[in-house]
């Protein structure tokens, strides 16, 4: 389990606005974090091949979730 803390102007931003962009943002740069990661450290154990997450595509990602969200 990856997890991120993330800080945005209350001022500045609205809670929607903010949340909008930490599903983007967060999360693809929580993705590219876990990704290094665990490519570094499954090399680094020895283990052949070394553990690859695939890519994700979170445009398409949070596309499906609103059309979920939708129909319920």
Do not use: C, W
Not at 55 to 62: A, D, G, Q, S
């Amino acid at each position: 389990k990856m997890e991120g803390a993330f800080a945005g102007n209350a001022e500045k931003l609205g809670h929607q606005r903010f949340t909008d962009m930490l599903e983007m943002n967060g999360l693809i740069t929580l993705l590219h974090i876990s990704r290094a990661y665990l490519l570094s450290v499954t090399a680094q154990s020895g283990i052949n091949p070394p553990v690859k997450l695939p890519m994700v595509n979170v445009i398409k990602l949070r596309e499906k979730k609103a059309q979920q969200s939708q129909v319920e």
